[in-house]
């Protein structure tokens, strides 16, 4: 899997820049930035404002806010006159180096404040959101500027399958991104009108941090890969790899629900990811969502599996569309029954033997 980073940060920026010093003898304070309201010039300085601002997020460890600080542009050396475009784009330079180095510097476990949709962003978070900030608003002035600009079609499939796992991938990344941030028109789309970037959700335990899997890591782990997650020794079990693969599914059919999804148990104590749990798609009509774990061979008889599928279960069960969270094992499979036993679950059927899916296993349900 590419890793979303600080030199990816640069090459964004880099990019951008190049494009928009084609344009600073023009007048970007008088020309409406694409579909804007904002003309060009706010635009330019609004994407370096958000640059310094995932900086300051991530550098701060902030946890609960917004750090509240903003940026302002100086005037030239006489002190009389704003700062011209070519000054601002220099801004944008300093501070997209600011995000790469800050991005560079971070731990992986570190999280800090971001609103949407569920209050946090780890390192790689902030670089994709920063990217899609660059790209998007360099799209937006261009635009205004009569200026061609289109990114690595590359790069734009990463940022849709980390900031937009609810979007069905199209065959162009670059307009489908557009589409999706309500910037253009795809063939048998509704058009967007509101939109919200959804990093990660991650749910805490008391010795773990279950940590939901982006399309863009499910891929990786599907192929082998570890998704970006450090394994203990023998990890990810085959189990994550097959949930990683039905994920990746679901999400080029348009159909993944984030929240619903798969999640990667991490130790607290090293960052080590030991297994993996998810569910088998969202709740159904009757309110019954299905979960299923494994854990890495090196990390069995912790009572990690137990820990985090408590944790796992009491965040489905606070949700009002779920009644309860039913389970499946093999019946020779003591360890998983124990844990589902552990857990508060309790035995409701047994599978008749057929053709379906969960044909003599053990059924187990935990009700709200």
């Known amino acids: 899997m590419r890793s979303m980073g600080g030199e990816q940060v640069e090459e964004a920026v880099a990019g951008a820049v190049a494009l928009l010093r084609t344009a600073t003898d023009r007048d970007w304070r008088g020309t409406r930035a694409g579909r804007l309201d ?12 958000d640059l310094i601002a995932y900086a300051g997020q991530l550098a701060g460890r902030a946890t609960e806010a917004y750090v509240p600080f903003e940026i302002t542009l100086d005037g030239t050396d006489d002190g009389l006159d704003p700062a011209d475009n070519e000054g601002v784009l220099q801004v944008i330079e300093t501070t997209g180096a600011l995000l790469a180095a800050t991005v560079r510097t971070t731990p992986r476990e570190v999280r800090a404040f971001h609103p949407y949709p ?11 959101m920063g990217i899609t900030e660059v790209l998007l608003h360099t799209h937006d002035i261009a635009e205004g500027l009569g200026l061609a600009y289109e990114p690595p079609a590359e790069l734009c499939a990463d940022l849709l399958a980390r900031l937009f796992p609810h979007v069905q991938p199209g065959t162009g990344p670059w307009l489908t991104l557009l589409w999706a941030t309500g910037r253009g028109d795809l063939p048998g789309r509704a058009p967007v009108t509101e939109w919200r970037w959804r990093n990660n959700l991650v749910v805490p335990a008391e010795r773990l941090t279950l940590q939901g899997v982006s399309p863009a890591a499910a891929g990786d782990l599907a192929a082998g890969g570890d998704g970006g997650f450090a394994w203990v020794e023998g990890g990810p079990f085959q189990g994550t790899r097959d949930a990683a693969g039905m994920l990746l599914k679901a999400y080029e059919a348009g159909t993944h629900r984030p ?110």
């Open 38 to 49: 904002w003309d060009c010039r706010y635009t330019a300085e609004h994407i370096a404002s």
């Open 259 to 368: 929240e619903w999804g798969v999640f990667a148990l991490v130790r607290r104590e090293d960052g080590r990811a030991v297994g993996g749990m998810g569910f088998h798609g969202a709740p159904d009509g009757d309110g019954r969502v299905e979960v299923g774990y494994d854990l890495a061979e090196a990390a069995r008889g912790n009572g990690y599996a137990t820990e985090a599928l408590r944790a796992l279960s009491a965040w489905a069960l606070a949700r009002e569309e779920v009644t309860s969270v039913f389970a499946t094992t093999e019946p020779e499979n003591g360890a998983s029954q124990a844990v589902l036993a552990r857990a508060g679950f309790g035995r409701v059927a047994v599978e008749s033997a057929g053709d379906g899916d969960g044909a003599g296993q053990f059924a187990y349900e935990l009700r709200g």
């Open 118 to 128: 569920f209050r946090s962003a780890n390192r790689e978070g902030f670089a994709a």
